[in-house]
């Protein structure tokens, strides 16, 4: 799968399905990025292949959300969340014939450096920072959060390398405070795509892209390609 953005603009992904619109993971959510027009697809897979955030939570199986996919074209971009199954995901990608189709992403290396053993053309994405409590999700005061997002901003284009190398990734999931353009820069430098998770906000969309990143991580993927199409 190719994630360079080119000349275009860049690629949606809705996140979780679409979650602004449907539960996250759901098939709801998953539709409705489907029938959003989204470029591709992201999930999260746990223990025993459900598609889930966290361990323990009901879902729905990982094959069935392959065999729900499969139909349309559609990109999947697969959240591992834990170590220890990475063959049996790769193993019910295959199942489905949906290996050129799959970018698999994790917070942690161990799962990257292991999906490149088994399958090493399949995009690797690494996921920066760790979002353990799904910070994201919260709208924080900016007096709290900008300091520490502006300090860890300027040294991001120096950590890429490091990152890139030490996980085996092939490609940069980073949290939108810390895409810069120099951060940018930096991992294309290195071949490295750049997905910039999760923005919702029009501006935040429009601004992304103008510092180039490859792909745009959104609950609302409707409104996201709407506002690059200048809608």
């Not at 996921?127 to 409590?133: E, L, N, Q, V």
């Not at 860890?152 to 390398?161: N, Q």
């Amino acid at each position: 799968m190719n994630l360079h953005r080119g000349e275009g603009r860049p690629l949606v992904i809705g996140h979780r399905g679409a979650s602004a619109v449907a539960p996250d993971n759901s098939r709801e959510s998953l539709e409705a990025a489907v029938a959003a027009g989204a470029d591709l697809v992201e999930f999260d897979v746990s223990r025993g292949l459900v598609v889930a955030h966290d361990d323990g939570v009901a879902g729905l199986e990982l094959s069935e959300v392959l065999a729900l996919l499969a139909p349309h074209p559609i990109g999947l971009h697969i959240d591992v969340k834990q170590p220890g199954y990475e063959a049996a995901v790769l193993d019910a990608v295959d199942a489905q014939g949906l290996h050129g189709r799959v970018v698999v992403s994790s917070a942690l290396g161990s799962v990257l450096r292991a999906v490149a053993a088994i399958a090493p053309d399949v995009p690797r994405a690494i996921g920066y920072p760790h979002d353990r409590h799904q910070i994201s999700r919260f709208q924080w005061p900016r007096v709290v959060t900008r300091p520490a997002a502006a300090a860890l901003r300027g040294v991001m284009p120096v950590r890429i390398p490091p990152l890139l190398r030490t996980t085996g990734a092939t490609v940069l999931a980073l949290h939108h405070t810390l895409c810069s353009r120099a951060a940018v820069e930096s991992a294309h430098r290195r071949g490295a795509p750049v997905l910039a998770w999760t923005a919702n906000d029009p501006e935040l969309v429009q601004a992304l892209a103008a510092r180039g990143v490859d792909a745009i991580v959104s609950d609302d993927p409707r409104t996201a390609l709407q506002v690059l199409a200048g809608g």
